[in-house]
């Protein structure tokens, strides 16, 4: 991981000093039970955005998907001179559904790729 955060950074390989100390410990709130049904929330009146895990699921992969399908709306809305602001506002209203998904810890395999395909559309196409 240090040497993928030292790339990301632009700094030499090795620059990183290694961690002594680690700790795992399991998020109590880890385990959504519900969602929106959005991977991303915007509001782009209030500039605010909201992007996690417990909007697609449980995983590390759910947290990805959000997180990049939130920068792709943001970017999409400035690269727009954020013109029609109502066209971007995403999950401002939508009522929270019980979510289905697999406990932490699974891993959704093959089914990731629907989530990606959901996430893309609604990003708007460049």
């Not at 947290?63 to 792709?72: C, W």
């Not at 995403?90 to 289905?100: D, V, W």
């Amino acid at each position: 991981m240090l040497g993928g955060v030292e790339a990301a950074l632009g700094l030499p390989k090795g620059s990183l000093t290694k961690p002594f100390y680690t700790r795992v410990q399991l998020w109590g709130a880890a385990l959504p039970t519900n969602t929106p049904g959005t991977p991303c929330i915007f509001d782009p009146h209030g500039r605010a955005g909201i992007c996690g895990d417990w909007l697609l699921g449980s995983s590390l992969e759910s947290a990805a998907i959000s997180g990049m399908t939130l920068a792709n709306h943001i970017a999409d809305y400035f690269q727009s001179g954020g013109a029609r602001p109502e066209e971007f506002a995403i999950g401002l209203n939508n009522e929270f559904q019980p979510l289905e998904g697999h406990d932490i810890g699974q891993f959704p395999g093959l089914e990731s790729e629907n989530e990606i395909n959901e996430a893309q559309a609604y990003q708007l196409a460049s």
